[in-house]
């Protein structure tokens, strides 16, 4: 099932500052895979980012139109067709965010799921995302098979391909952003970089201080890192 941000994590950040004018939008794509249904199933991707939806929406006031979200729900907690985490909706969000981009705007692109790294036609591997149809196309029994024989993986299996999320196609749609176009990408999956794009760190963080008061009824809450 999907929670809700907890109460108390929408007091850990400040009002929302009015956007500078030079700013022209903000908008946010943000995609979480558990594959329910697949041979490699993950918990907790979901809710991880249901809750940065709501981080968005509530507290940084994002509106609706601004902010794209798409997951894989579960037979309990269906979501509509059009925001599935497939590969094709993927691609098409990630239109949608750099559409008409201008300097000022504020882009963000989050993905909690699975990574994968793999050979096409030669021998250099690539990286990519990996959408919840990434097995669509491949034959029934195909990862019994696989297993079974202990072949290494490509994106290619007996004939067919993997829908998957080229790594080097977000860079390259990113690549045409206009400069003083700012862009947040957050990768929760185990191959993040993007080829040719240089990775900034921040070693020193000062979280906004939480109070007992604040916490209210559930000091716990749910879980919540940013990287």
Aim: aromatic fraction near 6%; include cysteine.
């Amino acid at each position: 099932s999907v929670h809700s941000v907890p109460t108390a994590l929408h007091g850990l950040v400040a009002l929302v500052q009015p956007l500078p004018s030079h700013a022209q939008r903000r908008r946010a794509l943000i995609v979480g895979c558990n594959y329910p249904t697949s041979h490699s199933p993950l918990q907790g991707c979901v809710n991880d980012v249901w809750n940065l939806q709501c981080l968005l929406r509530h507290t940084l006031q994002y509106g609706d139109d601004q902010v794209r979200c798409l997951i894989d729900g579960s037979e309990s907690c269906p979501s509509m067709s059009s925001r599935h985490p497939t590969r094709a909706n993927i691609l098409e969000g990630i239109r949608w965010l750099v559409h008409h981009a201008q300097p000022g705007d504020n882009l963000f692109f989050a993905f909690c799921g699975h990574g994968a790294r793999l050979s096409h036609h030669t021998d250099v591997e690539e990286s990519y995302l990996v959408p919840s149809d990434f097995a669509e196309d491949l034959p029934t029994g195909f990862f019994a098979r696989r297993a079974a024989s202990g072949a290494p993986a490509s994106i290619q299996a007996e004939g067919k391909f993997y829908r998957l999320v080229s790594l080097a196609d977000l860079s390259n749609a990113l690549s045409r952003l206009p400069p003083g176009c700012k862009v947040t990408l957050v990768h929760d999956c185990s191959v993040s970089q993007l080829p040719g794009v240089p990775i900034e760190t921040t070693t020193q963080v000062h979280p906004p201080a939480a109070t007992p008061e604040a916490l209210g009824s559930n000091p716990r809450g749910d879980g919540f890192a940013a990287s």
